[in-house]
Nanobody, 124 residues
């Protein structure tokens, strides 16, 4: 079992930046594909970004490409999501996820473990 704990959310204004962090409880998580998803009120959870365990490959949702950057530090068992130029439509609960599978995926079903989420609110 892997526990994931997100941090770094908050209330910001449009155009600001935030850096989310996710800490994994087990060292073996450094071998997992990691992803970030978000869920706005009344909407389904949607893919934001993902990174392979070595960090060699990444994927982004079209809506955040060029604004967000995912990275990981396997020595620290953490994954980060740098979010720049935030817009009100990015308001959501952001979730960290880990997968034992190979490669990258935008599907929630690919991921085996989930954090509790961290709220990001962007005011206009």
């Amino acid at each position: 079992q892997v526990q994931l704990v997100e941090s770094g959310g908050g209330l910001v204004e449009a155009g600001d930046s935030l850096r989310l962090s996710c800490a994994a409880s087990r060292r073996t998580a450094s071998r997992y594909t990691m992803g970030w998803f978000r869920q706005a009120p009344g909407k389904e959870r949607e893919f934001v970004a993902a990174i392979t365990w070595r960090g060699g490959s990444t994927a982004y949702a079209d809506a955040v490409k060029g604004r967000f950057a995912i990275s990981r530090d396997n020595a620290e068992n953490t994954v980060a999501l740098q979010m720049n130029s935030l817009q009100p439509e990015y308001t959501a609960v952001y979730y960290c996820a880990a997968s034992r599978g190979l490669g990258l995926s935008r599907s929630t079903s690919f991921y085996d473990y989930w954090g509790q989420g961290t709220q990001v609110t962007v005011s206009s």
